[in-house]
């Protein structure tokens, strides 16, 4: 994965918006969620199924977010990935990272198609480590 487009996407100053978050501190969309907010992030959660997590508020889809966000992060399955990546296209959003598990050959050769710039098969938490 090309180092350069991933310290674009860790950019400090990026809003990010993580899809798939969970209130089951296990899980690794709260781990996800909790990493970046910890490491001073502006970062919003989403879930439709959800309405609060660790005190804040949950979203139920990007369009509702009050800001657009600079790098949406999938901790999703791959189907409903691929239908994140479709909504990102119509909010004009331009960076997608794909948690492990969460890509599909499908989303990623449709971002690349639409000019959205895409990380997959890298954990953002190790990467933002490194």
């Given at each position: 994965?090309?180092?350069?487009?991933?310290k674009?996407?860790?950019?400090?100053?990026?809003?990010?918006?993580?899809?798939?978050?969970?209130?089951?501190?296990?899980?690794?969309?709260?781990?996800?969620?909790?990493?970046?907010?910890?490491?001073?992030?502006?970062?919003?959660?989403?879930?439709?199924?959800?309405?609060?997590?660790?005190?804040?508020?949950?979203?139920?889809?990007?369009?509702?977010?009050?800001?657009?966000?600079?790098?949406?992060?999938?901790?999703?399955?791959?189907?409903?990935?691929?239908?994140?990546?479709?909504?990102?296209?119509?909010l004009?959003?331009?960076?997608?990272?794909?948690?492990?598990?969460?890509?599909?050959?499908?989303?990623?050769?449709?971002?690349?198609?639409?000019?959205?710039?895409?990380?997959?098969?890298?954990?953002?938490?190790?990467?933002?480590?490194?």
């Amino acid at each position: 994965m090309n180092t350069d487009k991933i310290k674009e996407f860790l950019r400090k100053e990026n809003i990010f918006a993580v899809v798939g978050v969970s209130r089951k501190t296990a899980k690794y969309g709260h781990q996800v969620y909790k990493d970046l907010k910890e490491a001073g992030y502006v970062v919003y959660p989403l879930n439709p199924n959800i309405d609060e997590v660790m005190g804040d508020r949950c979203y139920h889809s990007l369009s509702e977010l009050p800001e657009k966000p600079d790098v949406v992060d999938t901790v999703i399955p791959p189907n409903v990935t691929e239908k994140t990546v479709e909504e990102c296209r119509e909010l004009g959003i331009e960076r997608v990272w794909m948690q492990p598990g969460s890509e599909s050959e499908h989303a990623i050769r449709f971002c690349e198609e639409n000019n959205i710039k895409v990380v997959h098969d890298v954990c953002v938490m190790v990467k933002r480590r490194e």
